[in-house]
């Protein structure tokens, strides 16, 4: 068995193994998609949400990532970038983007070879990349990404835009939902069927954003998805029933989409539920995103966060061009940072703070 070098980091939950390959090739691109598995997987493995991936911007990198993947009949240009960034599935499938994911590689970078600030594309499997600069601030030990502009989401993603509605503008849909009620989701809400109306809008990657007070539902179904004060007060535990059967609830909804609405989006979905109550009073993005990669509920999603910081620009919600993003989860286990996103006319800066969590090497890859 092959010894893997990895690094592995957390950004409020969200957790990646990382595979520097930015001064050596350390596996072919078929061990790549088998470690993917080992490196995500809780049992078998290292165990996390994704594997990142950082390489030379070469000719001989994107070769070598055609002859296997077979993504572009002609070679992109790639803008004079310095690294490649990736992230894998656990199944081996390319993801397009990942904000998290991009801040641990600024910090691994700064740390590993102090490099404050480096020019790096993303969103491989497009024929067009995405330009992105990724940094440390030092001073703050706050990391953070660049985006030039709002970038595009792929060839899986939809073509949803209504005539005349400009590209990359946040675009209202509205989706009839039907559960088949058991005892699990019974005792958070006994409506069914009920209509979910949202805005579809990419950032890297496809999402679909519900804001809850965009939706007339009944209030348990809003309460179920964020448990207020009330709930809190009377079920202490986060762990507790209340907060198992809301996940449980969360997990029906995203694989609802995955299964329902596979014409719409033959990809998969990202589905985003903002806390409107949080965004009004205290000017807080509070936010729960189910990601369409690993088909579960992630505890923080960096192009979730921007997706939703874009559509809340686009309606007028946001009085200002900076707002927090504070993941559902991590606020309740009262650890994280909030992520913070600037408008900076059409580019976006998106910065947090990523733990590095340890070190090690992995055998599990064929040599």
Not at 113 to 120: A, I, L
Not at 169 to 175: G, H, L, N, V
Not at 265 to 286: C, D
């Amino acid at each position: 068995m092959k010894q893997v070098p990895f690094a592995k980091f957390t950004v409020n939950g969200n957790n990646f193994v990382l595979l520097d390959e930015s001064r050596e090739q350390l596996l072919t691109e078929s061990q790549k998609a088998e470690f993917a598995f080992f490196a995500t997987n809780m049992n078998f493995g290292i165990g996390a949400d994704n594997l990142l991936i950082i390489q030379p911007a070469s000719w001989k990198t994107f070769r070598e990532i055609n002859d296997y993947r077979n993504y572009w009949e002609q070679m992109p240009g790639f803008y004079n970038a310095e690294l490649i960034f990736r992230m894998l599935e656990p199944d081996g499938q390319e993801a397009l983007c990942c904000g998290n994911g991009l801040l641990c590689v600024a910090k691994h970078l700064f740390e590993s070879y102090n490099r404050r600030s480096v020019q790096v594309v993303a969103g491989i499997p497009n024929t067009v990349f995405n330009l992105l600069k990724i940094g440390t601030e030092s001073k703050t030990s706050t990391n953070w990404v660049q985006f030039s502009s709002q970038p595009p989401s792929g060839p899986d993603c939809p073509a949803l835009l209504d005539d005349g509605q400009a590209a990359g503008s946040p675009q209202r849909f509205e989706f009839p939902i039907t559960f088949e009620r058991n005892s699990d989701l019974v005792l958070l809400t006994r409506i069914s069927p009920f209509v979910l109306k949202g805005y579809y809008v990419g950032f890297g990657e496809p999402h679909l954003v519900f804001f809850s007070s965009d939706n007339r539902l009944p209030e348990d179904f809003s309460e179920a998805v964020f448990p207020g004060k009330s709930v809190v007060d009377k079920r202490k535990e986060i762990n507790g029933p209340y907060y198992t059967h809301s996940r449980d609830l969360f997990q029906s909804l995203g694989m609802y989409f995955k299964t329902n609405f596979q014409e719409q989006f033959p990809g998969g979905i990202n589905i985003n539920f903002v806390h409107s109550r949080v965004l009004t009073e205290e000017r807080v993005i509070e936010y729960r995103t189910f990601e369409r990669g690993i088909f579960k509920e992630t505890l923080a999603c960096g192009t979730g966060a921007l997706a939703i910081a874009l559509t809340a620009f686009f309606l007028g919600l946001i009085d200002r061009n900076e707002i927090q993003a504070r993941p559902y989860w991590s606020g309740k286990n009262k650890s994280g940072n909030s992520l913070r996103i600037q408008k900076l006319g059409p580019s976006f800066l998106y910065s947090g703070r990523p733990c590095l969590l340890f070190q090690g090497s992995c055998g599990h890859v064929r040599s």
